[in-house]
């Protein structure tokens, strides 16, 4: 059983790259990390925080725009350039649990909190479009390091939706 926490978090500077994939293209994204790092190490700076996947727009049968990033030090003067966007992760209230497990069991680890925040009578910031779901903050954070440990099956996840104001 999962435990999930409503959370208050403040905003946060990130650099990343955004997509727009399938759910079988997510390589295209993940494959961007080490050019995100690299980026920063440009710039003189660093990631300030495990990587994230940010689903801005959701269209589970057609497409997905997914953005992977890192959150940046609040002290890096950085501007969007090339391919990478400078933003922030929203302030404000999120429900969050940690996925322990192989990436592949996401989705029902993501449907299990939906399903629980429905329950709870909470509402995120969220909005329909022609486009999909859109999201003011529906977050995936990386805690696991693949080059500390390779199996998959230890990763822990955290899922970070943002909440209605």
Request: net charge negative.
């Amino acid at each position: 059983m999962s435990t999930y926490r409503i959370e208050a978090r403040p905003e946060t500077p990130t650099a990343g790259i955004t997509e727009t994939i399938t759910m079988t293209e997510f390589g295209k994204v993940i494959d961007r990390v080490p050019e995100i790092v690299g980026w920063l190490a440009e710039r003189g700076t660093h990631p300030a925080g495990p990587p994230f996947f940010r689903y801005h727009v959701i269209d589970m049968a057609t497409h997905l725009v997914v953005e992977c990033g890192f959150p940046v030090p609040d002290d890096a003067v950085l501007a969007s350039a090339g391919d990478v966007t400078v933003s922030t992760i929203p302030a404000g209230r999120y429900v969050t649990t940690v996925f322990h497990g192989h990436p592949d069991g996401l989705m029902g680890a993501t449907a299990a909190l939906l399903e629980w925040a429905d329950a709870e009578g909470l509402t995120f910031d969220r909005h329909d479009t022609d486009a999909g779901d859109a999201w003011a903050g529906r977050f995936e954070h990386y805690f696991s390091d693949p080059a500390e440990q390779p199996d998959m099956a230890e990763w822990d996840t955290e899922l970070a939706f943002k909440l209605a104001d």
